[in-house]
């Protein structure tokens, strides 16, 4: 075994351990390997113990990646910052984008989705704890951004994602992630049909899923911790 598998099924393993402990089926929650750094052999590794999801922060970096594996099998998601001159790239090779917090991002990923691929799935970023200099959309504007762009037609909405600031203690990380499914549960009772709701990452997915979380996105307890990035692949 490798240790890239013997990592990942550790992290399975604590995502089986805290469903249990919240009164939850594992089913219920999947694991997104956050791989941005990391080289196509870490993907590779990754994918021969049994992992399909993927998540990329920086646009180039990502797509040049998807090229090397083309052969493989892959669902790609964004989760990093989407600009107005990136909307092309992420609408032509990912199959999700969970950092939409603007109807002007929506309305380009939509436009500029190649006829040929399916609708692009889509969450939007919330930012739940309110901090000055985080990407997200504040949580009193959810629901109109969440109509805007559920009826865009090259896009499905699929739900919410956020990445709060730590909190001191498990409890007080629960909270911030409960806030967040607060307003997911608003936006399904207001009609809206959502099915993901992405919170938690290495530190924090036990707290995320006794919250509701259904995807948790995990970076360094899969692949250890991350190499110096060339800050021109951008």
Same mark, same amino acid.
């Given at each position: 075994?490798?240790?890239?598998?013997?990592?990942?099924?550790?992290? @399975?393993?604590?995502?089986?351990?805290?469903?249990?402990?919240?009164?939850?089926?594992?089913?219920?929650?999947?694991?997104?390997?956050?791989?941005?750094?990391?080289?196509?052999? *870490?993907?590779?590794?990754?994918?021969?113990?049994?992992?399909? *999801?993927?998540?990329?922060?920086?646009?180039?970096?990502?797509?040049?990646?998807?090229?090397?594996?083309?052969?493989?099998? /892959?669902?790609?998601?964004?989760?990093?910052?989407?600009?107005?001159?990136?909307?092309?790239?992420?609408?032509?090779?990912?199959?999700?984008?969970?950092?939409?917090?603007? =109807?002007?991002? *929506?309305?380009?990923?939509?436009?500029?989705?190649?006829?040929?691929?399916?609708?692009?799935?889509?969450?939007?970023?919330?930012?739940?704890?309110?901090?000055?200099?985080?990407?997200?959309?504040?949580?009193?504007?959810?629901?109109?951004?969440?109509?805007?762009?559920?009826? /865009?037609?090259?896009?499905?909405?699929?739900? =919410?994602?956020?990445?709060?600031?730590?909190?001191?203690?498990?409890?007080?990380?629960?909270?911030?992630?409960?806030?967040? @499914?607060?307003?997911?549960?608003?936006?399904?009772?207001?009609?809206?049909?959502?099915?993901? /709701?992405?919170?938690?990452?290495? *530190?924090?997915?036990?707290?995320?899923? @006794?919250?509701?979380?259904?995807?948790?996105?995990?970076?360094?307890?899969?692949?250890?911790?991350?190499?110096?990035?060339?800050?021109?692949?951008?």
């Amino acid at each position: 075994m490798t240790v890239i598998a013997a990592q990942l099924q550790a992290v @399975h393993a604590r995502i089986v351990a805290a469903c249990h402990a919240a009164g939850r089926d594992p089913a219920e929650v999947r694991l997104l390997a956050v791989s941005k750094t990391f080289g196509p052999e *870490a993907v590779r590794a990754a994918h021969a113990a049994g992992q399909t *999801a993927f998540g990329e922060n920086y646009i180039h970096e990502a797509v040049d990646k998807m090229a090397a594996l083309a052969g493989l099998p /892959l669902q790609w998601h964004c989760i990093g910052p989407v600009q107005s001159n990136k909307t092309r790239l992420v609408a032509g090779h990912f199959a999700w984008a969970q950092t939409v917090d603007r =109807l002007k991002i *929506a309305q380009r990923l939509s436009e500029q989705r190649p006829a040929g691929l399916p609708p692009l799935q889509v969450c939007l970023q919330v930012n739940v704890d309110g901090g000055a200099t985080k990407s997200g959309v504040a949580p009193a504007d959810v629901l109109a951004l969440a109509r805007a762009v559920a009826v /865009l037609p090259r896009l499905q909405l699929r739900g =919410l994602m956020c990445i709060p600031e730590p909190q001191p203690d498990f409890e007080a990380m629960k909270a911030v992630f409960l806030r967040t @499914h607060e307003i997911y549960e608003d936006l399904r009772s207001a009609g809206l049909a959502l099915d993901t /709701l992405s919170m938690g990452m290495t *530190a924090d997915l036990e707290a995320a899923i @006794h919250a509701g979380s259904t995807l948790v996105r995990v970076g360094t307890a899969i692949f250890g911790g991350r190499p110096a990035r060339d800050h021109n692949v951008e």
